[in-house]
C-alpha cells in the first residue's frame, strides 16, 4: 500500500488539507479585527465573566437598566464561560485565538470528511465554497464556537448512514454539551431524525439492531437535550425567538441581498453547477436536508455559517459518486507519521503563541465606542441612558447599564419595536420613552436620526462627538459634565 501512488498522493492531500490547512486558517482568523466587530461579543464576555464571579447562572437579567430582574434565558452560558475565561488568560487576544481554534477544527473536520469522498481537488473547492459562506459569520461568537461540533455531529451520522449501522449512544452525549452552548443544537436533533427516517426507508438494508440503534440514539439525544439550566424552557427557546415579530429589524436575521455579488450567490450557483453536470442523486431525506438549510439561509444571513459547515458535509458521498472518485481504502492510515505530526504541531504553536504574545487592541469601532465613553464621567454613567442599540453590548462590557442591547429575546417584540422606532427619531417614541425612562443621558452613532432629534429637544445639549459616537446630557436633570481630560483610543482589554 505505501507504494500506491494513488495512496500516497491521498497522503499528501491528507496533511495539506486537514492539517496544514486548517492551521493556516486558524493563523488568518487569530489576527482579523474583523473577528471583534460585532457588539453581541462585548456583552457575551460580560456574560461569562458574570457567571465565573457568582459561580452560577443568571435566570434574571442582571445588566440592562431597563429590564434588570425580569425573566432571561442564558442558553448560550457554555460558550459565554468560555469566551470569558480566554478573555481573562489574554484579553482579547485569547478571544480571537479561541475563535480562530474553532474555525481551524471546523475546518478540519470538514476536510477529513469530504477527502473520505472526493478527490484532492474537488475537497478544496467544497471547502473553499463551504468557508466563502462561513466568513461572514467568522466572528467571536458562540454559534462560530459551536460550529465544529454541528459539523462533527453531522458527520458522525452520516457515518453511520454510511455504514449501515446506528451512531453509538455515546455521540448523544454531544447533544448535551450543544444544547448548553447554542440554540442551533435543535437544528442538530432535526438533522438525527432525519437521517433515522433515511434508515427506515432504505428497507433494501434494514437491520433491526441498525433501527433499534437509531432509535435508542434519537430518545438518548432528545433526553440529553434537556441537560440544561432552562430544561423545557431552552428546548422552547429557538422557537420562541424564531416567532419574533421584530426580527427583520435586526440585521444578522434578515435575509440576504443579491443585488450585488456575493459569497453566497457563488456557492448556490456553483453547486447547482455541478449538481446538474454530473448529475448529483441525493436521497429524499437529504434533499430535504439541503433545501431546509438553503431556506433558513435565505430567511436569514446568520444561518448562512450552517449552511457553509453542513452542506458541503451532506453533498459529499453522493458527489463523490457522480464523480466517479476513487474510493478511498478501507485501511488508510489517518495517523500522521512522526515528521508530519512534528511539524503541525509546530506550526499550531508558533499561530499561538504569535497570537498571545501580541496584544490586540481594543479600538474605536461601529460597535466600540472607546473613547466617547471614556469622556463621560463614572457618576453620570451611572445614570439611566439612551443608547444606540448597536453600543448595548460594549456598554455592558464596561459596566455601565444599557436602554437595550442585543438580547432582543429577552427585551420581546413590543420593546424592540419601539427601541426601532427610537432610533428612527421618531417624535412619539423618543417623547414616551424620555417620560417612563427619564434618562439622563444618551450615546449614539452620529447618523442615527436619535442623535439628532435629541440634540433638537430642550434641556438636552451634545458634549462630545467622533466619527463613531456622539454623546448627549439632559441639562434638566443632569449636572453639566466635563469631558474628561485624556480619552484612551484603545485598550488592550477594552
Given at each position: 500500500m505505501?507504494?500506491?501512488?494513488h495512496?500516497?498522493?491521498l497522503?499528501?492531500a491528507?496533511?495539506?488539507?486537514?492539517?496544514?490547512?486548517?492551521?493556516?486558517l486558524?493563523?488568518?482568523?487569530a489576527?482579523?479585527p474583523?473577528v471583534?466587530?460585532?457588539?453581541?461579543?462585548?456583552?457575551h464576555v460580560?456574560?461569562?465573566?458574570?457567571?465565573?464571579d457568582h459561580?452560577?447562572?443568571?435566570?434574571a437579567?442582571p445588566?440592562s437598566?431597563t429590564?434588570?430582574?425580569?425573566?432571561w434565558?442564558a442558553?448560550?452560558?457554555?460558550s459565554?464561560?468560555?469566551?470569558a475565561?480566554?478573555?481573562?488568560?489574554a484579553?482579547w487576544?485569547?478571544?480571537m485565538?479561541?475563535?480562530?481554534?474553532?474555525a481551524g477544527?471546523?475546518?478540519a473536520i470538514?476536510a477529513?470528511w469530504?477527502?473520505?469522498w472526493?478527490?484532492?481537488l474537488?475537497?478544496?473547492?467544497?471547502?473553499a465554497?463551504?468557508?466563502?459562506c462561513?466568513?461572514?459569520?467568522?466572528?467571536?461568537?458562540?454559534?462560530l464556537?459551536?460550529l465544529?461540533?454541528?459539523?462533527l455531529?453531522?458527520?458522525?451520522?452520516?457515518?453511520?448512514?454510511?455504514?449501515?449501522g446506528?451512531p453509538a449512544?455515546a455521540?448523544?452525549?454531544?447533544?448535551a454539551?450543544?444544547a448548553n452552548m447554542h440554540?442551533s443544537?435543535?437544528?442538530?436533533l432535526?438533522?438525527?431524525?432525519?437521517?433515522a427516517l433515511e434508515a427506515?426507508?432504505?428497507?433494501?438494508?434494514?437491520?433491526?439492531?441498525?433501527?433499534?440503534g437509531?432509535?435508542a440514539?434519537l430518545a438518548?439525544?432528545?433526553?440529553?437535550?434537556l441537560a440544561?439550566?432552562n430544561?423545557?424552557?431552552?428546548l422552547?427557546?429557538?422557537?420562541?425567538?424564531?416567532?419574533?415579530?421584530?426580527?427583520?429589524?435586526?440585521t444578522?436575521?434578515?435575509?440576504?441581498?443579491?443585488?450585488?455579488?456575493?459569497?453566497?450567490?457563488?456557492?448556490l450557483?456553483?453547486?447547482a453547477?455541478v449538481?446538474?453536470?454530473?448529475?448529483?442523486?441525493?436521497?429524499a431525506v437529504?434533499?430535504?436536508?439541503?433545501i431546509?438549510?438553503?431556506h433558513?439561509?435565505?430567511q436569514?444571513v446568520?444561518?448562512?455559517a450552517?449552511?457553509?459547515?453542513?452542506?458541503?458535509?451532506?453533498?459529499a458521498?453522493?458527489?463523490g459518486?457522480?464523480l466517479?472518485?476513487?474510493a478511498?481504502?478501507?485501511?488508510?492510515?489517518w495517523?500522521?507519521?512522526?515528521?508530519?505530526?512534528?511539524?503541525a504541531?509546530?506550526l499550531?504553536?508558533?499561530?499561538a503563541?504569535a497570537?498571545l504574545?501580541?496584544?490586540?487592541p481594543?479600538?474605536d469601532?461601529p460597535?466600540?465606542?472607546?473613547?466617547a465613553?471614556?469622556?463621560v464621567?463614572?457618576?453620570l454613567?451611572?445614570?439611566?441612558l439612551?443608547?444606540d442599540?448597536?453600543?448595548?453590548g460594549?456598554?455592558?462590557?464596561?459596566?455601565?447599564?444599557?436602554f437595550?442591547?442585543?438580547?432582543?429575546?429577552?427585551?420581546?417584540?413590543?420593546?424592540?419595536?419601539?427601541?426601532?422606532r427610537l432610533?428612527?427619531?421618531?417624535r412619539?417614541a423618543l417623547?414616551?420613552?424620555l417620560?417612563r425612562?427619564?434618562?439622563q443621558?444618551a450615546?449614539?452613532r452620529?447618523?442615527?436620526p436619535?442623535?439628532?432629534?435629541l440634540?433638537?429637544?430642550?434641556?438636552?445639549?451634545r458634549v462630545y462627538?467622533?466619527?463613531?459616537a456622539?454623546?448627549?446630557?439632559?441639562?434638566?436633570?443632569?449636572?453639566?459634565p466635563?469631558?474628561?481630560?485624556?480619552?484612551?483610543?484603545s485598550?488592550a482589554?477594552?
Open positions: 505505501k507504494d500506491d501512488p495512496v500516497q498522493g497522503e499528501r491528507r496533511l495539506l488539507l486537514v492539517w496544514l490547512v486548517p492551521i493556516g486558524a493563523g488568518a482568523v489576527f482579523a474583523q471583534l466587530n460585532d457588539g453581541d461579543t462585548f456583552w460580560a456574560a461569562g465573566r458574570w457567571m465565573l459561580h452560577a447562572i443568571p435566570s437579567d445588566f437598566f429590564f434588570r430582574g425580569r425573566p434565558v442558553h448560550e452560558w457554555l459565554e464561560v468560555l469566551l475565561g480566554a478573555f481573562a488568560a484579553g487576544a485569547g478571544v485565538l479561541l475563535t480562530a481554534v474553532s477544527a471546523l475546518a470538514m477529513a469530504l477527502i473520505r472526493l478527490p484532492p474537488s475537497t478544496a473547492a467544497a471547502l465554497l463551504g468557508f466563502a462561513i466568513a461572514p459569520g467568522l466572528l467571536a461568537r458562540p454559534h464556537i459551536v465544529p461540533l454541528a459539523a455531529w453531522t458527520a458522525a451520522l452520516l457515518e453511520a448512514r454510511a455504514r449501515g446506528a449512544l455521540l448523544a452525549l454531544l447533544m454539551i450543544w440554540s443544537f435543535i437544528l442538530g432535526a438533522i438525527a431524525g432525519a437521517f427506515l426507508l432504505d428497507v433494501s438494508r434494514w437491520r433491526r439492531r441498525a433501527l433499534v437509531w432509535g440514539f438518548a439525544s432528545a433526553l440529553l437535550c440544561t439550566p430544561g423545557l424552557a431552552g422552547a427557546f429557538p422557537l420562541k425567538v424564531m416567532g419574533m415579530k421584530t426580527l427583520p429589524a435586526i444578522e436575521w434578515q435575509g440576504p441581498d443579491f443585488l450585488k455579488p456575493s459569497p453566497l450567490e457563488l456557492a450557483l456553483a453547486g453547477f449538481a446538474f453536470w454530473r448529475g448529483v442523486r441525493l436521497t437529504r434533499a430535504l436536508v439541503l431546509g438549510l438553503v433558513m439561509t435565505l436569514h446568520r444561518q448562512e450552517l449552511l457553509g459547515a453542513l452542506g458541503p458535509l451532506v453533498l458521498e453522493p458527489l459518486r457522480a466517479a472518485a476513487p478511498l481504502p478501507a485501511d488508510f492510515p495517523r500522521l507519521p512522526r515528521a508530519e505530526w512534528l511539524l504541531g509546530l499550531a504553536v508558533v499561530v503563541g497570537r504574545a501580541i496584544p490586540q481594543r479600538q469601532g460597535t466600540a465606542p472607546v473613547t465613553l471614556a469622556q464621567p463614572p457618576s454613567r451611572a445614570r439611566p439612551l443608547n442599540y448597536d453600543f448595548g460594549y456598554l455592558i462590557f464596561e459596566g455601565a447599564r444599557p437595550i442591547d442585543g438580547r432582543a429575546d429577552m427585551y420581546g417584540d413590543d420593546f424592540v419595536a419601539a427601541d426601532a432610533q428612527d427619531g421618531d412619539a417623547a414616551q420613552a417620560a425612562w427619564r434618562p443621558w450615546i449614539v452620529p447618523e442615527r436619535l442623535a439628532a432629534a440634540a433638537g429637544t430642550p434641556g438636552w445639549r462627538a467622533d466619527r463613531y456622539v454623546v448627549l446630557v439632559n441639562d434638566a436633570v443632569t449636572p453639566s466635563q469631558p474628561r481630560a485624556r480619552a484612551p483610543t485598550s482589554h477594552g
